[in-house]
């Protein structure tokens, strides 16, 4: 049995450059659009979901300091972001602690920057936001999501729940 500790530790790329200098990151939430089913035969109400579709992501980088890193980021453009991380889980069978690679592909565009506080002996706290467009998560190289809301696809496990919806639009 496996025991997940949680990311020994995380790289963040553009371009296949490194940056330095990023504290965390705040992962998008992926949320489902639903809508209100009530009426005859339903005694209350349910919250439909429609296959596939999602509101709006994002994603939040932030750094201890204003960096020439951060500016870039804050380009008004399309950035393709690579966050790669070691995930680490203790195995019981061997006793061994052992890593995972896990990497996150998104393609983002800013949304809004900070450039934080000034105090002395602190960081500054910079942050920047990005809307998301794409979403792609692999597991040891392997790909286990993809949300592409563009391209109508929601892949999650191997299954692609717009597949059908594609093929009923001529896609």
Request: aromatic share 10%; no cysteine.
């Amino acid at each position: 049995m496996k025991v997940s500790n949680g990311i020994t530790n995380f790289a963040v790329y553009e371009d296949a450059t490194e940056f330095y200098g990023i504290a965390e990151v705040t992962l998008p939430e992926i949320s489902t659009l639903t809508e209100e089913i009530k009426g005859a035969g339903i005694s209350g109400a349910i919250n439909g979901t429609f296959a596939g579709h999602i509101e709006a992501m994002s994603l939040t980088l932030n750094f201890r300091s204003a960096t020439k890193d951060a500016m870039k980021l804050a380009e008004p453009r399309n950035h393709q972001i690579d966050l790669r991380a070691a995930q680490q889980y203790r195995n019981n069978t061997t006793g061994r602690l052992e890593q995972q690679a896990i990497k996150h592909v998104l393609i983002v565009t800013p949304t809004k920057f900070s450039p934080g506080k000034l105090a002395p002996a602190s960081p500054t706290d910079t942050s920047v936001e990005f809307s998301v467009s794409y979403f792609a998560t692999f597991l040891e190289g392997k790909k286990v999501m993809e949300i592409d809301p563009i391209n109508f696809i929601y892949f999650i496990n191997g299954v692609d729940y717009l597949e059908d919806v594609r093929k009923a639009l001529g896609k």
